[in-house]
């Protein structure tokens, strides 16, 4: 079919399609486009590629020029009208006959512009169809014109980079996702459904993060939903919309509308333990069929979405397990799954692709983790506050002999940095506010900024 149209659109927007824009487009729209139907989305694609190379012809120089002439050819025709009805007649003739020469060269210049775009017959490429698919959802260029296989031929360290201290769990959702991105899932149910279980502050819900920006290029493909909020019954009508006849009908949703116009995304429902039951069994059919109907009967499709379940089962085992951070890694992986098989019912379990369980972070893992967050802080006041900041090698020493929370994970990083750097720092700031050099390091009694 976009054969037969192909020769139409170039004729209407004089241009060629390279040969490999028509496979582009069935490829990008079937991957991006999933609340709309063949052949239309395909055949938009095709016709709005070429309508935005096309529009790339106008010169910006030259449509400045004709949109000058435009505005003295009105001045002149209105400079004649005002004459005309004060009885100024001289006055209108000389305005006539200027407004007749401005036509005459914008006329000119029209026409010479037209004979220079009629000589070139620009040619749509797939970088183009690839702006369009942007331009409509939003998913960076780049991400959509690279190939699965280069893509995610660094996916599992990218994600090992980001997340510290959890390369197990990092390359068994690389394993799942590379797997579902290659077609190689099953195409009715969702392209992953995993579960993040352990200990808080080990980086279930940042996992969830990284994941969406490196899968779409972008923040917002994450959507999150906090299950604390839906402990009750009635809170469904939150996800998928109260029926007809109570109050709520036709409100937007905080799942299935959200799905339905972004539907390549990754959705994380975080605490999953909080939610009610009947919310739980929810998941049930997304994760088995891949659709969900809202509370006005439509189907929404969750096929092309990424399902992450967090929760914190058996953590308290965990921290029983072990002493502190620790250096050695054991794998608790057997006494969680005990845990979660009392807390949830088999049916949700035996649909998830993959139980991914983080473990306690390890001393190591605390000190590159303090680390980063000690540099993005002195990065932060070099950047917002125009002030050269610099620590020496002691103070990371000395943050990583303080009291940590085993049980807090990385959060205890977060407010340490907080309490002895963050604090210090902004007290000087406010106290010298015309200090231009800064330089933390270590004494007796504790940090100091010199």
Known sequence: MLKGVESFYARHHRVTYAPDVLPACVHLAERYLTDRFFPDKAIDLLDESAACVNARRHSHDRMERLTTFELAINAAIETKHQAVNEGRLDAA???THEAEKLVREY???KSSYEAERAKETPTVTVVDV???????????????????RERLSTFEAKLSECIIGQSKGMKEIADVICRSRLGLGDPVRP???LL???PSGTGKTETARVIARELFGRDDALLKLDMSE???HHTMSKLVGSPAGYVGYRDATKLTDRIRKRPQCVVLFDEFEKAHPDVQNLLLQIMEDGTLSDGTGRPVSFRHTYILLTSNVGSETLGMKTLGFGDETRDFSTGIREELKQRFRPELLNRLDRIVVFQPLAMDSMRVILRRGLNDILERVEDVQRVACNASDEVLEWLLA???????????VRRLLEREVTAVISKLLSEKPQKKKLHLTVTGVGLRIV
């Open 93 to 95: 003739t000389q305005a």
């Open 107 to 109: 006329e000119s210049l």
């Open 130 to 148: 690839a702006e369009v698919v942007s331009r409509i959802t939003g998913v960076p260029r780049m991400a959509a014109l690279a190939t699965e």
């Open 191 to 193: 392209k992953a459904c």
């Open 196 to 198: 993040l279980v352990g």
């Open 230 to 232: 839906f402990s009750e």
């Open 402 to 412: 303080q009291p940590l929370p085993p049980e807090e994970g990385a959060r205890a």
